[in-house]
């Protein structure tokens, strides 16, 4: 019983010849030859009873049959189209960038891909590729250098030229952050440090994107801290990875619960003890809207020298990273008159 060909691929190729098809079926076993047209196959392979693999010899351009050949018979015929073979062009690359350790899924967009026989990234074969049509392949990016690499398609018609570049990018660093802290309100502007920050697609506090943020240089972003609490390291997210990260935490707001004495003199000099919480780190003691001179006992407890001032009640707060207190009152009583 003659075989019978179901399907060919691919189904078209170079006029060059040399194409690689697969022809799928019953009853292949015994079979002698595979021809395109009026020519033999430049060599065929019988896999199994279901597979033929057959090289396509040279051809004028143009749709040939291509059959079986066996001694009860020949097979039916399944069409191969011969086309000109073209130097491919490659246009464009999407994404144009990813990290050196490669992986990254780009497509190329260009012409002549048909039976495209390598694709190179800086003269590094691609992991990976498969041709979508003749003006479109999916490439899997090898690991590179940081830096552009020319990309090229290699076909029977010849070897592409320059035209499209992947960019390698190096994987961020972060060396710091300041100001290292903010209010659990969020809102600082953080100034970050490193090198291959370019390009950055986010800055994440934890888990949790920047508010915004501003990529200044390779060196240098500004990102302004969203609400949060506790430690929150911050990094940095490019087409080269993900930066290691650095130290960021939300300071709790203080809070000032009693203060001793509540008054005095309007002459400066008078020393008060503050209590309260969250005070360890405190940047001002306010009295009266004046910046006073003060001592950090511990979290709890801050001494500060009162200002000179006019009679009457002001209030007090401490200020730190998370914030300023909320106010107790101090007055201020004048000399007696006699």
């Keep these: 019983m003659p075989p019978t060909i ?19 079926g019953i009853g292949m076993t015994g079979s002698t030859g595979v021809r395109f047209g009026s020519t033999n196959a430049t060599s065929f392979t019988l896999n199994s009873d279901t597979q033929i693999t057959a090289v396509s010899p040279p051809r004028a351009a143009g749709p040939v049959a291509v059959i079986v050949l066996h001694p009860t ?12 073979a073209q130097v491919p062009v490659v246009t464009s690359v999407a994404p144009s960038n990813g990290p050196t350790a490669g992986g990254t899924s780009v497509v190329l967009t260009g012409t002549g891909f048909t039976s495209a026989t390598s694709v190179t990234f800086g003269g590094v074969p691609a992991a990976s590729f498969t041709v ?23 076909t029977p018609g010849g070897t592409s030229a320059p035209g499209a570049y992947f960019f390698y990018a190096g994987p961020p660093v972060l ?12 809102g600082v502007v953080v100034t970050l440090t490193g090198s291959n920050l370019l390009n950055a697609s986010a800055v994440r506090f934890g888990v949790t994107n920047a508010s915004s943020f501003t990529v200044v ?15 929150s390291p911050i990094t940095v997210v490019t087409p080269g990875g993900t930066s290691n990260p650095v130290a960021f935490t939300y300071a709790a707001t203080p809070t000032l ?31 009266g809207g004046t910046a006073a001179s003060f001592t950090v006992v511990s979290d709890t407890q801050i001494t500060a020298v009162v200002p000179a001032g006019p009679a009457g009640p ?22 007696p008159g006699i």
Excluded: K
Excluded at 175 to 186: D, E, K, V
Excluded at 321 to 332: F, I, K, Q
């Design 73 to 84: 018979g020949n097979s039916n015929s399944v069409t191969f189209t011969y086309v000109v």
């Design 314 to 335: 002001v209030n007090v707060t401490v200020t730190t990273a998370g914030g300023t207190s909320n106010p107790l009152s101090y007055t201020r009583a004048g000399v």
């Design 6 to 24: 179901n399907t060919i691929n691919p189904s078209q190729g170079p006029t060059t010849g040399g194409t690689t098809v697969t022809l799928t």
């Design 175 to 186: 060396n710091s952050a300041a100001p290292a802290q903010s209010p659990a309100a969020g």
């Design 257 to 287: 619960t009693a203060l001793v004495p509540s008054s005095g003199p309007t002459s400066a000099g008078t020393v008060i003890t503050l209590t309260g919480t969250n005070l360890a780190n405190a940047s001002a003691v306010t009295i």
């Design 132 to 154: 979508n049509s003749a003006t479109q392949i999916t490439a899997v990016t090898p690991s590179g250098n940081p830096g552009a690499a020319v990309i090229t398609v290699t």
């Design 217 to 231: 240089s390779a060196t240098q972003i500004t990102a302004t801290a969203p609400p949060g609490t506790g430690s």
